[in-house]
C-alpha cells in the first residue's frame, strides 16, 4: 500500500513497507484460508481466490499471482488444503480444505479474531466477535461454530467447555 505513495520520504518508505509485508505474509494465508472454506465442498481456483479477497477487504489486502501460487503449493504441501482439476472446459485447478485443513483454519482464524480483539484497544478501534455465531475456546482460542454443534471439548487441545457453553444456554446432554 505505502509502495504506491510517490514523493515520500524514502526511510520511512521502506521501513513502512517492509512492517506491511510482514503483516500481510500472514494474514494471507489465513485470508486464502477464510475463501477455500466459504466455497466448501464446490471448490475455488485461485484467481477467484484473489478476486474474492480484493473484494471483501475492499481492496486493501491485494494477493498476487506471484504470490498466491506459491502460498497454496506451500498449504497443499502441508496437508491443509488439497485441490482437484477440472475435467473439461478450462481445466482450473480447484482447492479444498482438507478435514486437517479446517481444524487448522478454525484455530487459527479463533486466534487471529482474539488477538485483534485483544490488542484493538491499542489502536483506538473497536471490534466485535460474534459470540451469538461462534465460541472461542479459552484454552487454545480455537473458533467453534456453534451451529451443528455437538462437542464438549475444543477438537484442537481437548479443553472441556461445557462452563462456556453452559454460559450462553448452550449446554449439551
Known amino acids: 500500500m505505502i509502495k504506491s505513495v510517490k514523493g515520500m520520504d524514502t526511510e520511512f518508505q521502506e521501513y513502512a513497507s517492509k512492517f506491511e509485508s510482514e503483516i500481510n505474509r500472514g494474514i494471507s494465508t489465513l485470508s486464502i484460508l477464510s475463501i477455500i472454506s466459504q466455497y466448501g465442498e464446490n471448490g475455488v481456483y485461485g484467481y ?3 478476486k474474492d479477497i480484493l473484494e471483501q477487504t475492499h481492496e486493501m489486502l491485494i494477493i498476487e499471482e506471484g504470490t498466491i501460487y506459491p502460498i497454496l503449493r506451500k498449504l497443499e504441501d502441508d496437508r491443509i488444503i488439497r485441490s482437484e482439476r477440472e475435467k473439461e472446459g478450462r481445466k482450473r485447478k480447484f482447492y479444498f480444505l482438507t ?9 487459527l482464524s479463533g486466534f487471529y479474531s482474539i488477538l485483534t480483539e485483544a490488542i484493538a ?5 473497536s471490534v466485535h466477535l460474534k459470540q451469538n455465531k461462534y465460541i472461542y475456546c479459552p484454552a487454545c482460542s480455537n473458533k467453534i461454530d456453534l451451529q451443528n454443534f455437538e462437542a464438549k471439548y475444543c477438537d ?10 453452559d454460559e450462553r444456554g448452550l449446554k449439551n446432554e
Open 99 to 107: 478435514v486437517y485443513g479446517e481444524k487448522i483454519y478454525n484455530y
Open 48 to 50: 477467484q481466490i484473489s
Open 156 to 165: 484442537v487441545c481437548g479443553h472441556y467447555i461445557e462452563k462456556e457453553l
Open 121 to 125: 484497544p491499542l489502536f483506538d478501534v
